[in-house]
């Protein structure tokens, strides 16, 4: 599947990332890639890189009441004041801080319509890590979870992410996690396909809920490669399969079936 991806850009000698996105950039389309572990995987579309100015945007997301972030417009993620432990809770105050993107969209079997349930991803840093949590709601005698081996998780339910940390529309990482947090990662190249040969060292955890499960990931700056500075814009695509319902696919951007390509 390809999909729309947007940016940010990377400060690690500041105190804030920022996500960026032109409310006027055209959406991309999904295609799948068969992994050879089981169902395909997504597969991430990067926009061009929009030649408009950063706009801040005040995140003061909650728990219990998130403020979703704009998909029209940047996002300025906050850097955490102390890391959070990576137990699949959830429960640590610093997520409170963190820049909170909901309101996802059925892609798969659907068209852009209401998903079967919602799905929560929030996003913060420090100095060493890059933090990714999940809330997904879904029934739990539905959700589907082993403890598979690593990259051998696509027949479970899962969460992805992508990472195009050059932005240059030519390769991605690519990270999944199931409910119980077991990882699959490895790289998407134009033109190649996956490789899960690839294994970045990163620590995942994830826990079954009474309505649906949550997952915590950080990874290491220091196992991925990308150019740090001001301006560095990078490419990310969020999304969720849900095996029991048709295999549904839940992607946070809107995705346009009659665009074709999966990294340009």
């Keep these: 599947m390809k999909n729309l991806f947007f940016m940010f850009g990377l400060f690690l000698a500041c105190s804030t990332f920022v996500f960026a996105q032109t409310a006027n950039s ?3 389309t999904g295609e799948t ?7 395909s995987p997504a597969v991430p579309q990067p926009q061009t890189e929009p030649n408009t100015a950063i706009v801040e945007t005040s995140v003061e997301p909650t728990i ?4 979703y972030m704009a998909k029209n417009a940047p996002a300025r993620i906050t850097r955490f004041e102390s890391a959070p432990v990576i137990d699949g809770q959830l ?3 610093v997520w409170r801080s963190a820049a909170v993107f909901g309101e996802f969209l059925q892609t798969q079997p659907g068209d852009n319509v209401q998903p079967s ?3 929560e991803a929030m996003i913060g840093y420090d100095a060493k890590n890059l933090y990714i ?3 997904v709601k879904q029934d739990r005698d539905k959700i589907r979870a082993t ?3 690593r990259d051998n998780i696509f027949n479970d339910d899962y969460i992805g992410v992508f990472l195009d940390t050059f932005n240059d529309q030519r390769q991605a990482y690519i990270l999944f996690f199931n409910p119980l947090g077991i990882q699959a990662d490895g790289t998407l190249t134009e033109g190649r396909g996956e490789d899960y ?5 990163m620590e995942s955890k994830g826990v079954i809920t009474e309505d649906g499960y949550t997952v915590e990931a950080a990874i290491p700056f220091k196992s991925l490669r990308y150019e740090a500075g001001r301006n560095k814009n990078w490419g990310i695509h969020i999304f969720r399969r849900v095996k029991y319902n048709n295999n549904e696919l839940d992607s946070w951007m809107r995705i346009d079936r009659s665009r074709s390509g999966s990294l340009n």
């Design 33 to 39: 890639v068969q992994p050879s572990s089981g169902p």
């Design 147 to 149: 403890v598979a081996r």
């Design 64 to 67: 219990a009441a998130p403020r």
């Design 197 to 201: 040969s690839v294994d970045l060292v």
């Design 133 to 135: 949590a999940f809330r």
């Design 26 to 28: 055209p959406a991309k």
């Design 117 to 119: 349930h919602p799905t």
């Design 91 to 93: 429960n640590d105050e």
